[in-house]
């Protein structure tokens, strides 16, 4: 019924996944050339439909919204999250949650002050933190890890750890180790028999056991919380006090018909806690990767720093508008990173025409937004780290339609607030206070990222040199 075309035949069972001859996201881009910005593919049981390019994804997004802001069933929604919280829930449900919870962000300082002055903190412990190895040659991930995730526990649950607390360091590489599997195990969306073969050899087992920790812990530190709560309080501190009162409130007032119950508040803390610390730890690490790759990027960052801040005081967001370069910097990151490459995929709830085709209701809609940050029409040089093309020639910041890291529209990520100033209060700290060098002078560290659910750069060390004033 005039749906997209396909790369080929769809074999019994299997579909087209036969057909996957590259990695999955080079094997997509070479079917875009081949079918256009929209196509099909069977994905064993699953009807999927691709969609590349701006006009396409925007008029989705966009125009067709409202069918296309629900999750289809999948591995992760139904072994993570168990369909429920925010990043799962369709309808009415999703609504209430991503309402109440936006409005809760914004309360807790989103976008102001309030929250710069929190994620400070964590970026001068982070400094701190690094200083402490002297400029040995060190891997950095698990500290930007703890100082990520000590922002959105502190804004989820109120609660922080120190660097050298074990237990954070242990669920942060677990949450590492839930990414990877969540892109290795993928092969179960497609055939939830292999969850029973014998053995472990899709590691079904190990995701299980790890997200069944997962849930356990963070249920614990969200009880915490339930202990301290006061309906009639009209402050709270925290994502999961704001959440728990207002369920108090509604049940003193006899008020049923709420989605606002314990099992989405805790796959949605849950999901802060995942999407919140993996994605901007990530994004971090690019930015480092690529300040030691192009030695004379890395020291205009800082000549920009020392030029506008100066060395006596740490950058803050008043001084946003003139770090040109830094910003520029953090979204070429952004893109040539493209650390979430398809986001999260959504649900036709009703046929939508398209591109003069028709998605039928009940297909999987995955957006490819790797296809908008590596567009050759729109970059020219897709392939060079070059923040300059964030530059316009007035000097001012050119925020092209197509760069879209966090998803477009209604169903967008909910933490590109918080992240984007963690990004920039973070990356600043680190330009003004460090110097960062490849562990081995001469050998680059890879700039080839490891694709699992998400993109994340390839282990490496750096030495971070302190500056001098
Ligand atoms: C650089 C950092 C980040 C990137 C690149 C990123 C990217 C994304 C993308 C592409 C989506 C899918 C949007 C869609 O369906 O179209 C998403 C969803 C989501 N993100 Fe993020 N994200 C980041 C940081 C965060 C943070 C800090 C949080 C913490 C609050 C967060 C929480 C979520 C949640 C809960 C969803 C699901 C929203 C919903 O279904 O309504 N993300 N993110």
Redesign the pocket.
């Known amino acids: 019924r005039n749906a997209p075309p396909s790369p080929g035949l769809a074999m019994p069972v299997v579909g087209h996944l036969y057909l996957f001859q590259d990695s999955f996201l080079d094997q997509l881009t070479a079917w875009r050339r081949r079918l256009g910005n929209i196509f099909s593919l069977q994905m064993g049981p699953f009807r999927c439909v691709m969609l590349n390019g701006y006009d396409l994804i925007s008029e989705a997004?966009q125009k067709n919204h409202e069918s296309l802001l629900d999750?289809p069933n999948n591995f992760m929604h139904e072994e993570v999250f168990e369909y429920v919280?925010?990043?799962?829930?369709d309808g009415r449900e999703?609504k209430e949650?991503?309402t109440f919870?936006q409005s809760t962000?914004r309360s807790l300082g989103m976008g102001r002050s309030v929250m710069a002055e929190r994620i400070r903190v964590e970026a001068d412990c982070l400094v701190a933190t690094i200083e402490k190895y002297q400029g040995e040659a060190t891997d950095i991930n698990n500290i930007v890890m703890v100082c990520v995730n000590n922002i959105?526990s502190g804004?989820?649950f109120g609660k922080r750890f120190s660097p050298d607390d074990e237990t954070i360091v242990y669920w942060l590489s677990v949450t590492c180790r839930l990414f990877q599997l969540l892109g290795s195990s993928a092969v179960i969306n497609f055939f939830p028999v292999l969850k029973y073969v014998p053995g472990d050899s899709f590691k079904y087992k190990e995701l299980k056991s790890i997200v069944k920790k997962m849930r356990a812990t963070i249920w614990k530190w969200v009880e915490k919380d339930k202990r301290t709560v006061n309906v009639s309080d009209e402050t709270f501190e925290d994502v999961v006090q704001a959440y728990l009162t207002e369920m108090q409130r509604k049940k003193s007032k006899g008020m049923k018909d709420t989605s606002l119950n314990d099992a989405n508040l805790l796959s949605?803390a849950l999901?802060?806690f995942n999407?919140?610390?993996e994605?901007?730890t990530?994004?971090i690490l690019f930015a480092v990767l690529y300040m030691v790759n192009f030695p004379h990027i890395q020291a205009k960052l800082y000549q920009e720093i020392e030029d506008v801040v100066g060395t006596e005081r740490a950058p803050d967001l008043s001084d946003k508008n003139k770090l040109k370069f830094l910003l520029a910097f953090i979204m070429e990151t952004?893109r040539f990173a493209g650390?979430?490459p398809l986001?999260?995929?959504?649900l036709a709830t009703s046929d939508i025409h398209l591109g003069g085709y028709t998605i039928a209701k009940g297909t999987s809609v995955m957006?490819n937004?790797d296809s908008l940050m590596k567009d050759e029409n729109v970059w020219g040089d897709p392939e060079v780290f070059r923040p300059d093309r964030f530059i316009g020639d007035n000097g001012l910041i050119v925020k092209k339609k197509e760069f879209l890291?966090?998803?477009?529209?209604k169903?967008?990520?909910?933490?590109?607030g918080?992240?984007?100033m963690?990004?920039f209060i973070i990356i600043s700290a680190l330009v003004q206070k460090f110097e960062f060098f490849a562990e081995n002078e001469g050998q680059m560290p890879s700039m080839k990222p490891d694709i699992g659910f998400t993109k994340k750069a390839k282990p490496f060390k750096v030495r971070a040199i302190l500056r001098k004033k």
């Open positions: 997004c999750r919280g925010v990043i799962s829930l999703w949650q991503r919870l962000l959105i804004v989820t949605t999901s802060f999407a919140g610390t994605t901007t990530s994004t952004q650390i979430a986001g999260v995929d959504r957006i937004l890291p966090f998803g477009l529209g169903r967008n990520c909910i933490g590109e918080l992240a984007t963690e990004l």
